[in-house]
């Protein structure tokens, strides 16, 4: 018996429709690419061009409509995901909802509620979970290699101390609902903390920005701790000043061993260098880039190199996505979780502005 299939509708062209998630989409053979909401086609940027065969819409609204459209996927910025999914859910259509879910908590609960009523599925696309790193990671916290986790750090630097030119066709260094650094890189770090490690039971944050020149007011930069009633501080840290040959990523100790990790994860760098989900080499790293354990053996600290798993990559996303519209998966990343996201980064803005740890 053939395998269900859902038509997809991508709302937003531009470089997250094109990166994160249409590649991805075309290699789940249950999801169709089936529209997408274009506002203004150009000669050399036509989403029809792009993908023959699809249809083309110029705004949500007409797409919704379209009873031969299963599922939603909003790439716009975030200050627009709550009226966007609002209107495909109660379209009756399942939605992802590209990170940050929603600026607010309040507006997350209420689009999660809203697809409970609908009896529709609510992702928020947590792709993250799916890095290599990451993964490599959990495996070896899940297999105790660290022992009891008493220290976790997980950072996202860069160094870019020069304020970024004003383009207004990116809403990533812009002072909006939903913008800034703990939204736009914050909830990568804490989701993956979430989930592997569960929700914390206190926060304390210091939120705001490194550049010595910042006219917009733009918070570039972040530093949030979370505390757990066993002991476990968590450190997540994005910065624009750190001049660094190799930045950082993890850095998590444990009663029976240490790991470390430097670099991100490869597969944005390669899929902004024109690789392609299928292509050979993608998702996997070169030996150089891969993280140490340290364990004590005989009372002395012996270090050994952790090859970086063969990654699922960000396929994965998808194919758990379509597992879940069969009835045959949880989601790969749900609206509830998402939505205990927002609620730490709005705990650690409180926390940033009033010099608090506050209580989740």
């Known amino acids: 018996m053939a395998s269900q299939s859902w038509n997809v509708g991508v709302v937003g062209y531009g470089f997250s429709a094109k990166t994160f ?3 991805f989409v075309q290699q789940v053979p249950e999801l169709n690419l089936y529209a997408v909401v274009q506002r203004t086609p150009k000669p050399d940027d036509d989403a029809e061009k792009d993908h023959p065969g699809i249809k083309s819409y110029r705004s949500t609204e007409d797409m919704v409509k379209d009873s031969a459209v299963d599922v939603v996927i909003i790439t716009t910025a975030p200050d627009s995901h709550f009226e966007l999914a609002k ?3 109660e379209s009756g259509k399942h939605v992802v909802v590209e990170k940050p879910f929603t600026p607010t908590y309040k507006e997350a609960a209420e689009l999660n509620d809203i697809a409970k009523k609908q009896n529709k599925l609510l992702a928020v696309y947590q792709n993250r979970r799916w890095d290599a790193d990451f993964v490599t990671l959990s495996k070896l916290v899940k297999n105790n290699s660290l022992g009891r986790v008493v220290e976790y750090h997980t950072h996202f630097d860069r160094h870019r101390p020069q304020e970024p030119s004003a383009d207004a066709s990116k809403w990533k260094n812009k002072v909006i609902p939903g913008g800034s650094a703990i939204y736009d890189l914050g909830t990568h770090l804490l989701d993956q903390a979430v989930q592997l490690l569960g929700m914390p039971d206190r926060v304390t944050a210091f939120i705001g920005s490194q550049r010595r020149v910042n006219t917009s007011g733009f918070e570039d930069s972040f530093t949030v701790l979370l ?23 993890f850095w998590v100790r444990g009663e029976e061993g240490t790991f470390k990790k430097f670099h991100l994860d490869c597969q944005e760098e390669q899929l902004k260098g024109g690789m392609k989900p299928t292509d050979n080499g993608y998702g996997r790293e070169s030996s150089e880039r891969y993280g140490t354990l340290t364990t004590i053996k005989n009372g002395s600290p012996v270090k050994e190199v952790v090859p970086t798993v063969e990654p699922p990559t960000y396929t994965e996303y998808y194919r758990k996505l379509a597992r879940a519209l069969a009835g045959q998966g949880d989601l790969p990343a749900s609206g509830t979780e998402a939505a205990q996201v927002i609620r730490l980064i709005e705990l650690a803005k409180e926390s940033s502005k009033t010099g608090r740890t506050l209580d989740v």
Not at 229 to 248: F, I, R, W, Y
Request: aromatic fraction near 4%; proline fraction near 3%.
């Open 21 to 23: 998630h249409i590649p």
């Open 87 to 89: 209107l495909a859910l």
């Open 227 to 249: 505390h757990y009633k066993s002991g476990l501080m968590v450190t997540a840290k994005a910065g624009v000043v750190s001049a660094e040959e190799k930045q950082l990523r």
